[in-house]
């Protein structure tokens, strides 16, 4: 990773709070959280995480360059993108440069993924002890073809015993569960699909082998991103789980007043975002504000979302280099400008820049004074709303009796990693 050197560029107050800040019609009614109302969260001894907010580990999206956008704006815990364990533990140059941190991480916290029990707790103790990690989350909810095919993500709960394997390994490569080793949690969904339920057996492998929390995607992996999540479900979870492990819900969190919904309607300790943030790391300070019981600001206006913009594809650039890192600002220059009227032809034309001139140049069509429309505060960024006909699984992965085991050694290869947030339309919303 490069070093810090490029020119700081301070992001606007935001200073234009109305009386009655922008909300979509449904969070009108919400009211900010009340002194006392919700209780940080705790990973650690040494690490309480509050607000109870963690940003989600997304595939080409939470890298060093995001996460540190979004770490100005607001306060959480921010989860460094899903990593194959097999990358971690062969040196997969591309891996670790994803693992890598940036110098304002004073906890570092990162997601793997994989089956093989051994490469899990290998990769657990080399993000321990050689990359310094505070922080390792399990991807168990996944439900990208290319890792539940192979066992990995939303596959791993429907093999519980297996499961609890590859937990119990990660927990013991990260040091254990007594004073001074790094904590581990847990991301699930529901489960496979309608008809195969996982989550209760994730809760009872997660709370017995020593994993600080679950979260929980409350959606199946058969739905991907389509449909509502189902935060019932979320709900059921929490009573489940009773106080043997906390809870954390995700799913159709555009607003800091629906993580105040959530855990409100459900009981559980705390929140995960995902898409809501896309383009708009800003979310970040508006759930700081609800949390600790003051209005948010109003979302800045257009002007002030290029400056964040331009900065973000800066640090991009800087991580990997013009090529790339303009390669990936394409669908964050989608996502940061989504909802605004008369943006979709200069979109179109940011799907193509290559170079940051070219990007300021189409920019430079953009009408800086736009307010930020409230029609755009619930607008879908990243996945697009389709399903799956079926999740793809291992050759007898539900009949382990009476089947092969798969070879799990022949997963993705290192450093191969899904990449879940596709860049979307560029139709005006």
Known sequence: M???????????????????????E???EVPVAAEGEFRPLTLSDDISVWPPVVLAPMAGVTNPPYRSLCRRMGAGLYVAEMLHARGLTEQNARTLHLASFGPDETVRSIQIFGAVPDEMETAARFLAEEL?????DI???CPVRKITSKGGGSALPARPDLMRKVLAAVVKGAGGTGTGSV?????????????RITWRDAVDVAAGEGARWIGMHARTSAQLYSGKADWSAIADMKDYAGDRIPVLGNGDIWEAFDALRMMRETGCDGVIIGRGCLGRPWLFRELAQVFDGREPDDPPHLGEILVILRE????????????????EMRKWCAWYTKGFAGSSTVRDGLARVSTLDEMDSWLAHLDPSIPFPRSALRVKRGKRGRSQDKVHLPHGWLTPETCAAPDLTEGPEAGDVPEPCETPETADS
Do not use: C, Q
């Open 139 to 141: 991807n168990m909810g």
């Open 26 to 28: 449904l969070n009108a």
């Open 2 to 24: 490069s070093s810090h050197s490029r020119r700081s560029v301070h992001f606007p107050p935001f200073a234009h709070n109305a009386p009655v800040p922008l909300r979509s």
């Open 183 to 195: 904590p581990v949690t847990v991301k699930i969904r529901l489960g496979l699909d309608d008809d």
């Open 312 to 327: 973000h594809a800066e640090l991009l650039v800087e991580f990997f280099d013009e090529t790339k890192g303009m390669l």
């Open 132 to 136: 310094g990690a505070h922080h390792i």
